[in-house]
């Protein structure tokens, strides 16, 4: 089985190691040196300290924990401390200069490829297990998400490219789909690198619902402007409609009314807004306030699950919505090749045995949940991964985006961020409760 056979997964690692330290390299080339050190939003750390936080991660888990090596830089630990420095404080930080920052970088995956050769792969402590390089790999490309955030909000001419994904034929199936209820597994106990938030599997029971096929468009995102969403005050919770009239929101985050049309900006190219691509950059005040209009409410976090990986024919959950196999460009947009959402009602392959589709890819979804522990959580490797994190103040997003590498991304992790964030890849879907007469 290739999840638990030690000699794939050592091969996977080391695959997972190089695509992400290739997107790294990409995503912190493909500009000039002096804007890798520049600040281009105070919600982001400068590209550099990325890279350097990166390898510095590398170090702690793979080089000083697994390994039992010396620190390397002892006096760096601290500048590359997310906890330590909020994000706005980081450009005054004494950072190493690009150069040394990949250099850094290089050094420790050279070693980190020579403590790969020796691991065991066997066993379940994170010295043994080879958990901790898929943990790390996953850590590298969540910051190569964070950095592509970074190139969306830095201003000036395109400093990346891709192409388009495929034109899809207007999705013309059913609005939505019927999700039995009934009870479901939620979370993995057998996952190899699944992280602990996602841990352990357990029974969960959920009353019948609804969900929508396909991830809420920018078409049906402009019918709320238009009928005036923004301005109603029935749609929005209290902390909502503060946030929106505080800052003076009005629509998703890179719009920009031209007349009597919209333009969006995106990765230094101005748009027209794609109709019938899923709406992106909104936060889960716009999204809850566009599914109260819509007479509808966002699904929670266990129902996201259940329509995503529960399969009525057989009662099992899978890793993903189309089944078991690992992604490939067949099932989902993932992994960058294209810088945005394709159309809705894209990938066929990749649809639930219900038939909802673009679950995984595309747009994180936001859902109506908290981030809360499952029960029988224990935190592993350590507790600011997520444990610090479990409380009312974060929703839950789920699914993954079009910038999301598929080694972070499966049917049963878990993402997160304030209520008031948008210039993450967030979209969302709408649900409603079917009610008893059918379930
Ligand atoms: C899980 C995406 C919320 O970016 O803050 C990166 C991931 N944790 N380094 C984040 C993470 C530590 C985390 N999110
Ligand atoms: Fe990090």
Not at 119 to 145: C, K, N, P, S, V
Not at 262 to 273: N, P, Q, Y
Request: aromatic letters at 10%.
């Amino acid at each position: 089985d290739s999840l638990t056979d030690p000699e794939s997964l050592r091969e996977r690692a080391l695959d997972a190691l190089t695509t992400a330290r290739d997107r790294t390299a990409l995503l912190t080339s493909c500009v000039e040196d002096p804007e890798l050190t520049a600040q281009h939003s105070p919600l982001m750390s400068p590209l550099v300290w990325d890279l350097a936080h990166i390898g510095n991660q590398e170090e702690l888990w793979l080089l000083r924990t697994v390994a039992g090596r010396e620190a390397m830089r002892p006096e760096i630990d601290g500048l590359y401390d997310a906890f330590e420095h909020p994000r706005a404080e980081r450009p005054s930080l004494p950072l190493l200069p690009p150069g040394e920052a990949r250099q850094y970088a290089a050094e420790v995956r050279g070693r980190a490829l020579d403590v790969l050769e020796s691991t065991a792969f066997q066993g379940t402590r994170l010295t043994e297990a080879g958990f901790a390089f898929g943990m790390i790999a996953q850590h590298e490309q969540q910051h190569d998400e964070t950095m592509l955030i970074t190139h969306q909000l830095r201003k000036g001419p395109a400093a990346l490219t891709a192409p388009d994904p495929a034109p899809a034929p207007l999705f013309t199936g059913p609005a939505e789909v019927l999700v039995p209820g009934g009870p479901f597994a939620m979370g993995t106990s057998t996952e190899p690198w699944a992280l602990d938030n996602e841990r352990p599997a357990h029974r969960r029971i959920v009353p019948s619902f609804y969900i929508d096929t396909v991830p809420v468009t920018n078409a049906a995102y402009q019918a709320f402007i238009e009928d005036g969403g923004y301005g109603d005050r029935r749609w929005w919770t209290p902390e909502g409609w503060d946030h929106i009239r505080a800052h003076g929101i009005k629509a998703p985050l890179f719009w920009r009314r031209d007349g009597g049309q919209w333009l969006r900006r995106r990765f230094g190219v101005t748009e027209l807004v794609p109709p019938d691509e899923p709406v992106l950059h909104v936060c889960w005040y716009e999204a809850d306030a566009y599914a109260r209009w819509a007479g509808r409410r966002l699904p929670t976090e266990t129902e996201w699950e259940k329509a995503a990986r529960h399969d009525p024919a057989s009662d099992r959950s899978t890793r993903y919505p189309w089944g078991d196999a690992d992604p490939t460009p067949e099932h989902a947009n993932l992994g960058q090749r294209h810088l945005r959402p394709a159309p809705a009602g894209s990938y066929p392959a990749g649809e639930s045995p219900l038939g909802v589709r673009q679950l995984i890819g595309d747009v994180w979804e936001w859902t109506s949940s908290d981030l809360q522990p499952y029960p029988g959580f224990v935190a592993f490797p350590y507790r600011e991964y997520s444990e610090v994190f479990f409380g009312p103040e974060y929703k839950v997003l789920r699914g993954g985006s079009f910038a999301v590498d598929p080694v972070v991304c499966r049917g049963t992790f878990r993402n997160w961020d304030y209520p008031i964030r948008r210039q993450i890849f967030s979209g969302f879907r709408t649900a409603r409760d079917a009610g008893p007469e059918s379930s």
